[in-house]
């Protein structure tokens, strides 16, 4: 054994000495068993006596080594020569060596061992050492980078091969300045240390440039000198290639969002996000750090963006930094890349629910367009084979979208990007009846665009500026009729939007991120109906339950705005091992309208303005325990302005203020393997100030709404994640939230409506070879909350039942199952890419209830059930 | 219960599935088997609340129609009470839900009579100054939120009604449109809303007559065997008619009309009625807080005790009547498969809260 480890030691140096041990030799000094050979543990070269080395000898030394029962050298002896100068190398280096004691009978003891001394000439090596080498990969597809230029201050260059490697030889030791660049990629400069003597190997990562691909190296001058301050301690970035292979989302990236943790499953047809028990309006959406309105289209069928625009969606479900507020849940941050700069590319692909294109293509050497469109026909082909059930349950849109992108390069490490972006959905469904009172009309409209404007300079000390001024317009209209009940409300506004960024490293272990949150919104709203329609989150009422016949209408406008500076520090700590993210955002917000009670006779419109001020500290820790072990935790506070829809002074309250919330968070991460990993996260949100019909028999004037409720939502989440490597990636997330609701002090804890206890869901997806790719999704989900109904009256004037209703909340709707299959088949001619795919939904054929409903007087009851086997084909074409 | 899918083959890559599916429930409102309440008539149909006390003063008549499987009840003790307890707007009930609760509670004025056919004074609370209107109605504090009005304007006082059925509760929400002033018009528009508005009537069902014999109106309950004699299985179609109402105000049609009062047309107004028709009414518009003219939708409820109804329910929207000034509604019945004497009810309705109805005796042979 010594001799093999003494074979290792050498192996890295110049000369090998080839040692042995004889074990059968070993010659115990006492009587007993040898139960334990003495083991060599510190080896000590012999010095090549250099006559014996010009002469170009080598031999063999023999050796009686006498070891003490401490392992330690008491004698050495030559048993056979070689020379006298080997012989003496050889006897003043065994005296150095150190043993592990020999044990006989289980005790330490003395022992003279034979050793074998080797004295072997190697080819010494020519030219100098490689010291300093690594590979470049893909920081998505993991795949190795050929031909990129890594650059060592003071050294030289080297090219990456075609396994991505590079290496550099006798690098002086001390820091390196090392600098990565290529077409098609950002430059980027990192800084190693290299010990005295050592060998240095790394391995980076680096992603792709989407703004300016295919340009020379002379253009890319930036460099990242200043990161990113990871904004969001806890949040799960999806990427673009990996979302289009979800299985049950038919290509459409931003519809993964669905399907990540925390996230609950969406009702059947609502698209709503539900994100850690927060209410689908309180999780925000942003393009490009503009704030939509909606992110999917009706019935959440596709999102409202088109994939092909999307770089990357991330979804932070809480916790997140103080870049971004208004909101007491989640936040979704869409971003959207650059034009391509390489020549004319496109795609053009359809399916049963729609169709759609893209164009992208350089206008000049500094300027790039992309535009795209789709226009959905889900609606027409409905008409042709579905029973007339359709339009009483599912709500099938009619929509489209278009998005334009400019970019134009202003000069080095400066641009200026035009994003265009609009959104339509209609909808019209008319359930005819015999009876005046059951025919049901409704049409619906949802619209809005949006134009930003984001102009980007970094500078040559690594800082770096964003200004993004926005504007567009949203509208929203809901005209329905129930019986002789006309129902409508429209809410038309204007929104202006301006934020601006700079971001340093203000020291070398401290980023800071500031800027400047504008937002503003007028709007013009009108309703008519009754004040119980359209249902709020907390009213008790029932699937299919007709609405009351009392009626009123109100038209008011309002504006809303918001000026909010904000900072973020990333202060890195212990060898960039803990990051401490503190950071603060002053929010003022102003809101105001022109009714502040209803019309009454000739009394004029009275105004109001209100202004309420939030200060919401924001702190994030992430601690990189060891390479592949992480903890995080954050904790922040975060406001919310009232809904327009809700400041009407006949079916709200132009009173009501910001509500608040409270996020707690901590977690962890670990690294299996670069490619596989499992987050764990637990939270605590408690919201306060939140908005809740009055409960009081006469409510007060204006005061149809009151700001008395609370919620609490708590609970963990799991991740197991596996990146896309070798054509697999897939998922494994578990969600357990609770998400409760107190409408009014003094009243129970209630279930929230959206409240899903479990959300779990695995996503797979390998490809096969020879353009064949399958994927699979598995989704569990408890049932919402539901009101029993234990007994019923029926109304003489209106010739209906009305259900009176057992503890809100108390009962749930089954829970929801269903598996869902992809298979695609991707074929390429040249330069053109084809893939047709097969998407079917369901394929269990499981009927998942989606609500109940019941029959006309309460007295038996079933459910809606979801979607059958639904087998969706699509094709794509792509240049 | 028959679970109903929508699937029907694997037309076109399964489009059709994106029908959602629901449920068939095999009961029928329209099929009456146990003893029902299936109307309640108050008249007048519209009254306003004042003070009992008042010289002229009239009580309110209510009429509950009950079934059963044998025909028309007339002797069933209905535990009669108005509810004076409004409802929050948190409540999406058309009545709060208090006032099922308890058979007596403070909010709760019981009648002094059981029945079928009682009389009742509406609420009227002299001390605290409590009524209708503004219990239910526009005529709140000045800090309080006015209800809202129903899509014709009107207001409704609840009347809820009780029959025990030995522990067993048949629980009913009758209503009263109660007659009250305005919400937020200034005091011309008002005038002219005063001047132009008639107290609803009842509507009255005028004739049912059956396919088979378009010129015979059959015979109420009361008058016996309605005369019509179907086979077994056999489907007949139903036509029920109610009166047409002049379209046009005129002096000397029999109808006081808006603008028209004892001194312009005493001949109609001297002893004052409405249309049993869908009668012209005038509403106040709460967009544009004008008077504008409306029209009454009819509604009709059919009921039968043996045998299929078509649809349990017809009738003219308010856009029917004003554009082809319908008086009538159809239905067909599908005769029992046995031979036996079954009944017919129909049950007229119309948008401001009036009612009226016939039953028929039917012989399947």
């Known amino acids: 054994m010594a001799g093999v480890l003494a074979l290792s030691i050498c192996a890295n140096q110049g000369v090998v000495l080839a040692q042995s041990t004889s074990g059968p030799n070993e010659t115990p000094t006492r009587q007993g068993k040898l139960t334990k050979p003495p083991k060599l543990v510190q080896f000590v070269e012999a010095p090549y006596p250099e006559s014996e080395k010009l002469a170009g000898k080598m031999a063999s030394v023999i050796l009686q080594i006498a070891i003490n029962d401490k392992g330690v050298v008491d004698d050495v002896a030559v048993v056979q020569s070689a020379s006298p100068a080997f012989d003496l190398a050889a006897l003043e280096a065994a005296k150095k060596f150190v043993f592990e004691p020999a044990e006989i009978d289980n005790r330490p003891s003395p022992v003279k061992i034979t050793y074998k001394y080797d004295f072997v000439l190697k080819e010494e090596p020519v030219g100098p050492i490689i010291n300093f080498e690594g590979v470049i990969r893909d920081r998505a597809t993991k795949k190795a980078i050929e031909g990129l230029k890594v650059a060592v201050e003071g050294v030289g260059e080297a090219i990456t091969d075609d396994e991505g490697h590079f290496e550099f030889e006798e690098v002086p030791d001390g820091k390196l300045t090392v600098t990565i660049s290529g077409p098609g990629f950002t430059t980027i400069t990192t800084e190693e240390n290299l010990e005295e003597g050592k060998h240095l190997e790394v391995r980076y990562t680096v992603t792709p440039k989407e703004d300016k691909p295919g340009e020379s190296d002379s253009d890319e001058e930036v460099v990242i000198v200043a990161p990113r301050i990871k904004k969001e301690v806890i949040s799960t970035e999806i990427k673009v290639e990996e979302g289009k292979r979800v299985p049950g989302t038919q290509g459409d990236t931003l519809k993964v969002v669905q399907n990540l943790p925390g ?285 009351g016949d009392q009626t009123n209408v109100d038209a008011w406008t309002t504006t809303m705005a918001s000026l909010a500076p904000y900072a973020q520090l990333d202060i890195a700590l212990f060898g960039d091992k803990l990051h401490v993210i503190p950071g603060v955002r002053l929010e003022p917000y102003l809101t105001g309208g022109n009714r502040l009670v209803p019309v009454a006779a000739d009394r004029p419109s009275t105004g109001f303005m209100n202004q309420d001020t939030a200060v919401d500290p924001r702190l994030a820790i992430r601690w990189q325990a060891t390479p592949r072990a992480s903890m995080k935790a954050a904790f922040g506070i975060y406001h919310q302005a009232p809904l327009a829809e809700d400041l009407s002074s006949v079916f709200g309250n132009p009173m009501l203020g910001i509500s608040s919330a409270r996020h707690a968070l901590a977690g962890g991460t670990v690294k299996f393997t670069d490619l596989l990993s499992l987050e764990l996260v637990g939270f605590y949100s408690k919201s306060n100030d939140l908005v809740s019909r009055s409960a009081l028999t006469t409510p007060g004037l204006a005061q149809a709404l009151l700001q008395e409720g609370e919620g609490r939502a708590y609970g963990g989440q799991l991740l197991l994640r596996h990146e896309l490597s070798k054509g697999f990636f897939g998922w494994a997330s578990y969600s357990l939230i609770r998400s409760e609701r107190k409408d009014h002090p003094g009243r129970e804890w209630r279930l929230f409506d959206f409240d899903q206890t479990h959300v779990a869901t695995v996503v797979a997806s390998y490809e096969l070879g020879l353009g064949f790719e399958v994927g699979a999704r598995f989704r569990y989900a408890s049932g919402f909350p539901r009101t029993s109904v234990p007994a019923a009256f029926t109304s003489l004037r209106r010739d209906l039942d009305e259900p009176f209703f057992g503890k809100q909340n108390a009962v749930r709707i089954p829970d929801f199952v269903q598996a869902d299959v992809r298979v695609a088949k991707r074929f390429t001619f040249g330069t053109t890419k084809a893939e047709v795919y097969l998407d079917v939904q369901n394929v269990t054929n499981r009927r998942n209830p989606e609500d109940i409903i019941y029959n006309y007087n309460y007295s038996q009851q079933g459910y809606i059930t979801g979607l059958p086997i639904l087998p969706v084909v699509g094709a794509r074409i792509e240049w | 219960m028959v679970i109903r899918t929508t699937s029907t083959g694997l037309a076109v890559v ?78 999406l009930n058309d009545v709060n839900q208090l006032c099922f609760s308890s058979r007596t509670a403070p909010y709760l004025k019981p009648f002094a009579m059981t029945g079928t056919s009682v009389s009742a004074d509406l609420p009227w609370d002299t001390t605290q100054g409590e009524n209708g209107c503004n219990q239910f109605g526009p005529d709140v504090p000045a800090t309080g939120r006015p209800a809202d009005p129903d899509s014709t304007g009107g207001y409704y006082q609840p009347v809820r009604l009780i029959v025990d059925r030995g522990g067993r509760f048949d629980l009913e929400l009758a209503e009263t449109r109660i007659k009250c002033n305005l919400p937020g018009a200034t005091p011309s528009v008002f005038g002219e809303y005063e001047n132009r508005y008639r107290l609803n009537q009842n509507p009255e069902l005028d004739t049912l007559v059956a396919s088979s014999d378009p010129t015979l109106a059959l015979k109420t309950e009361e008058e016996g065997d309605s005369g019509l004699v179907v086979g077994v299985g056999a489907a007949v179609s139903l036509t029920a008619s109610w009166a047409a109402c002049p379209t046009t105000p005129e002096c000397g049609n029999g109808f006081c009309e808006e603008r028209e009062d004892k001194t312009a047309c005493p001949a109609d107004c001297t002893t004052p009625k409405g249309c049993t028709g869908s009668e012209p009414y005038v509403h106040f518009d709460l967009t544009t807080r004008t008077v504008v003219p409306r029209r009454e939708a009819m509604r009709l409820s059919w009921y039968t005790t043996a045998g299929t109804l078509r649809d349990d329910r017809t009738g003219s929207t308010e856009e029917d009547v004003v554009a082809r000034n319908s008086s009538s509604s159809e239905n067909v019945w599908s005769a029992p498969t046995t031979p036996q004497t079954a009944t017919l009810w129909v049950v007229l309705r119309d948008s401001r809260g009036g009612s009226s109805w016939k039953a028929y005796r039917v012989t399947v042979q």
């Open chain 2, 14 to 91: 399964l489009l059709v599935t994106l029908a959602a599916c629901k449920p068939e429930f095999d009961e029928r409102t329209s099929l009456v088997r146990d003893e029902r309440i299936l109307a309640v008539r108050s008249a007048p149909a519209e009254a306003q609340p004042l003070d009992p006390a008042l010289p002229g003063y009239v009580p309110l008549a209510y009429t509950a129609l009950v079934a059963d499987k044998d025909g028309t009840k007339s002797n069933v003790p209905i535990e009669w009470a108005y509810c004076t307890l409004p409802k929050p707007v948190s409540e």
């Open chain 1, 263 to 547: 996230v609950a499953r969406a009702a059947f047809g609502s698209g709503q996000l539900v994100v850690w028990g927060a209410a689908p309006q309180d999780t925000r959406v942003y393009v490009d750090g503009v704030r939509v309105p909606l992110l999917y289209h009706g019935g959440g069928l596709r999102s409202t963006i088109n994939s092909d625009m999307v770089r990357a969606i991330d979804l932070a479900p809480g916790g997140y930094g103080s870049e971004f507020g208004r909101g007491l849940g989640g936040l979704v941050t869409v971003e959207t890349r650059s034009p391509r700069a390489d020549g004319f590319h496109g795609y053009v692909a359809a399916d049963i629910i729609d169709a759609s294109a893209m164009l992208e293509m350089p206008v000049s050497g500094s300027t790039r367009v992309a535009v795209a469109g789709r226009q959905s026909y889900l609606d027409r082909d409905l008409k042709l084979f579905t029973s007339k059930d359709v339009g009483d349950f599912v709500p099938i849109p009619t929509y489209y979208d278009a998005q334009l992108k400019i970019e134009h390069d202003l000069g080095q490490n400066e641009s200026l990007q035009i994003f265009g972006l609009l959104s339509n959905d209609d909808l019209v469904r008319t359930v005819t009846n015999p009876d005046p009172a059951q025919t049901k009309r409704e049409e619906t409209h949802a619209s809005f665009n949006r134009l930003i404007a984001r102009y980007r300079r970094q500078f040559d000390d690594g800082s770096s500026v964003t200004l993004t001024p926005s504007i567009g317009t949203d509208h929203q209209s809901t005209v329905a009729r129930f019986g002789g009940s006309p129902t409508s409300l429209d809410n038309k506004g204007t929104a202006y939007g301006l934020r601006a960024t700079y971001r340093s490293k203000i020291a070398p272990s401290i980023s800071v991120l500031a800027g400047l949150d504008i937002e503003a919104q007028t709007a013009s709203l009108s309703r008519q109906g009754s004040v119980t329609l359209p249902a709020r989150e907390g009213d008790i009422h029932v699937f299919g339950q007709q609405p």
